[in-house]
């Protein structure tokens, strides 16, 4: 099991990190050059940039945005907050991205990270049931949006058990070996699924805005490619 | 055969629709911009539901196929299957979703559920615009002939018809509506105000909701009356005088030929600017499409409601305050408020002549649709769905502000008003334009000494 565990956080791990920064480096790649596109091949090219910017800042520090349901946001705030600091500034993991990138920073004390980690576990265990109990939620869910959560949680539990060896029911090697494991999986989910958003979200006004600025010839194009172009309304 | 849909449509080929559909949605991503917006769209959207405490529609019906994003998901999952890789790949692998008639007729209808209103918009943390959604989905019907024959008749007319316009005016019985309506207005204020008809030169080319010709003859002569009291050069042209545009609702290709039709008028007439009257659609289809599809020295748009105020501001339109006595209130129409293009201006005019001016709440970009957006108000046998699952809300509103009038500056908002408060018996409200409250309250004795002013400002 030690072998597997080196395995886990060694080779695997770096390839599941690269995969993830790949895929998402594409995914904003693709998205900033098609907005780009979209845009020289618009015929207005102005796009209102204070607004987009305003509201890009909105949601990526949505502090302003959450009187629409406001227990939903609050419990959603907390967990993206958990989900992001915890595995950056873990005090282990910033020697294990040392390993992979060739530099650290500073880490948190270790009340702090568990404490960051109750959070995450509990608030996600909170939109599971969220989710679950809304009309609304339960008629948009797709398989990913119920099975994400509970596969992000697992290297939060396992990592929390593996450091807290007096509550563990399990051996250390088996709670860090599913601990990094689910870590990895998750790492190379990341470009496939909506966890995309990630790197998506800060784009996503930009996008909407120029959805709305259209090729002055797109009509008549479209009309040539179905052949109505001579074809009455 | 029952029709699967709650609108009346034009008979359409039935043979190979979903392949048809298919089709066409691809030329129209290979043409245009929306490839990009579904792409990203179909990868972050979170499906967390908050979109739905936003929408009037689902607030009223709680019914789940009136989520917006629900509704979204069913253009995006066509996308996801025949347009992306993922997509091709996984329904090699295993039984996937397949595009059917009876798909089809479910996404046609629940597109038509939409007002395009965008106030979701707002609500998604992920930046989705379900209305942009809603748009290009039904362009994409609109191809293989799925779309309310109210919109596709009356674009008929103005593209094709002897008219060019849809209400179907010809050109003398707008001169003689002109005509009756200068000789009203010497009647009631004893002044010479003209409606300028083919003036060549004129700087402002004007395109009202052309309905208004017939329905809203105040609305027109407070349009005319200031330009009148501000000495406007401004001019009404025989060759296209309808600023309505369906194409914003039904189908970019339509969306494109009449906005040209708008800027070859103004070319015509060697105008420097589209004057739009007071109309939703017809200012946003004018600003978001001259720009985009007529070139780079296309005219800029301007809206009446921007004109008045900026007259007013710079002291060229003198109103007499509190002229207006009854309690007043604003509805702003989605096309022009959302984006938070006009949401202050006909409030700063309004409280210049109101003694009683209400809000309502909410307001201005977050404000609630009359439930008759999107061309819906035209499809007059959805009437009862537009003034009861999607006006309620709208309605609600009214009448808790208790007003006497109520303002709505656009026309297709003030028939779908005007049947919201019919149907929900509300009772002592009136449907008014901006400009039939404006006109009440010019100071007309200092208006024709306006040129002299400036004159005499020029001098010094």
Same mark, same amino acid.
């Given at each position: 099991? /030690?072998?597997? +565990?080196? $395995?886990?956080?060694?080779? %695997?791990? #770096?390839? @599941?990190?690269?995969?993830?920064? !790949? ?74 991205? /040392?390993?992979? +990138?060739? $530099?650290?920073?500073?880490? %948190?004390? #270790?009340? @702090?990270?568990?404490?960051?980690? !109750? ?115 | ?460």
């Amino acid at each position: 099991m /030690e072998a597997w +565990l080196e $395995f886990a956080r060694g080779p %695997l791990f #770096r390839i @599941a990190f690269f995969l993830m920064a !790949l895929g998402l480096l594409r995914h904003l790649v693709l998205t900033l050059y098609n907005v780009w596109r979209g845009m020289r091949r618009a015929g207005d090219k102005n796009l209102p940039w204070k607004t987009i910017f305003i509201n890009t800042m909105k949601w990526l520090f949505p502090f302003k945005n959450l009187n629409n349901r406001l227990w939903y946001s609050i419990t959603s705030v907390l967990f993206h907050v958990g989900l992001i600091l915890t595995p950056i500034f873990l005090m282990a993991h910033i020697a294990l991205w /040392e390993r992979v +990138l060739g $530099f650290g920073w500073p880490g %948190l004390g #270790r009340s @702090a990270a568990d404490a960051l980690t !109750l959070l995450t576990v509990v608030t996600g265990i909170m939109l599971i049931i969220g989710r679950a109990a809304s009309r609304e939620s339960r008629a948009l869910s797709r398989f990913q949006d119920y099975a994400l959560p509970p596969l992000l949680l697992v290297p939060f539990v396992s990592g929390f058990l593996a450091m807290h060896p007096s509550i563990n029911p399990f051996s250390y090697t088996g709670s860090m070996l599913v601990h990094a494991l689910s870590g990895d999986l998750i790492l190379i989910l990341i470009p496939f699924t909506k966890l995309a958003h990630m790197v998506l979200l800060p784009t996503t006004q930009l996008v909407s805005e120029v959805g709305w600025h259209f090729p002055p010839d797109q009509g008549v194009n479209v009309g040539i490619a179905l052949h109505k172009e001579n074809e009455p309304v | 055969m029952k029709s699967p849909y709650s609108y009346y449509v034009e008979p359409f080929d039935l043979n190979e629709r979903p392949r048809r559909f298919l089709e066409a949605f691809g030329a129209i991503l290979r043409h245009s911009n929306y490839g990009l917006v579904l792409d990203t769209y179909a990868r972050t959207s979170a499906k967390c539901s908050r979109c739905a405490i936003n929408c009037p529609i689902y607030e009223n019906t709680r019914d789940v196929n009136d989520i917006p994003c629900h509704r979204s998901e069913r253009v995006l999952r066509i996308f996801r299957r025949y347009f992306t890789l993922s997509g091709q790949l996984r329904s090699r692998l295993w039984n996937d979703f397949t595009l059917t008639d009876e798909y089809l007729d479910e996404m046609a209808e629940h597109l038509y559920h939409c007002t395009a209103c965008r106030r979701c918009k707002f609500a998604c943390p992920m930046g989705i615009d379900h209305g942009l959604i809603t748009h290009l989905g039904r362009w994409a019907l609109a191809e293989i002939g799925i779309t309310p024959k109210a919109l596709v008749v009356a674009t008929r007319e103005q593209l094709e018809g002897k008219t060019h316009n849809t209400s179907a005016i010809p050109v003398p019985a707008l001169m003689d509506t002109c005509e009756f309506l200068e000789e009203e207005l010497m009647e009631k204020y004893g002044l010479p105000i003209k409606f300028p008809i083919d003036v060549e030169g004129a700087e402002m080319v004007f395109f009202p909701a052309v309905s208004d010709y017939l329905l809203e003859p105040d609305t027109l002569m407070g349009n005319a009356a200031v330009m009148y009291a501000t000495g406007g050069s401004w001019t009404i042209g025989t060759q296209n005088f309808d600023g309505i545009d369906y194409g914003l609702f039904y189908s970019d290709r339509m969306w494109d030929r009449i906005v040209k039709a708008e800027v070859a008028e103004v070319r015509r007439l060697k105008g420097k600017i589209a004057l739009i009257g007071e109309c939703g659609h017809a200012s946003r289809s004018a600003k978001v499409g001259i720009p985009a599809f007529c070139g780079k020295d296309a005219p800029p748009v301007v809206n009446i409601m921007e004109y008045t105020h900026r007259m007013l501001m710079e002291g060229k339109l003198r109103l007499r305050p509190n002229t207006i006595k009854e309690r007043v209130t604003y509805h702003d129409p989605c096309n022009i408020a959302r984006s938070g293009w006009i949401v202050n201006q006909p409030r700063e005019i309004l409280r210049a002549i109101c003694a009683d001016f209400v809000d309502m709440s909410p307001r201005g970009t977050m404000n609630y649709c009359c439930g008759g957006g999107s061309g819906l108000v035209s499809v007059d046998e959805v009437r009862a769905w537009r003034t009861g699952a999607a006006g309620k809300r709208k309605a609600e509103q009214l009448r808790a502000t208790g007003a006497k009038y109520l303002v709505a500056p656009c026309a297709n908002c003030k028939k779908q008003l005007k049947e919201v408060i019919e149907d929900n018996n509300i009772e002592g409200m009136e449907v008014v334009g901006l400009h039939d409250l404006v006109i009440k309250a010019i100071d007309f004795s200092t208006a024709p000494t306006y040129a002299q002013d400036v004159a005499a400002k020029e001098e010094k």
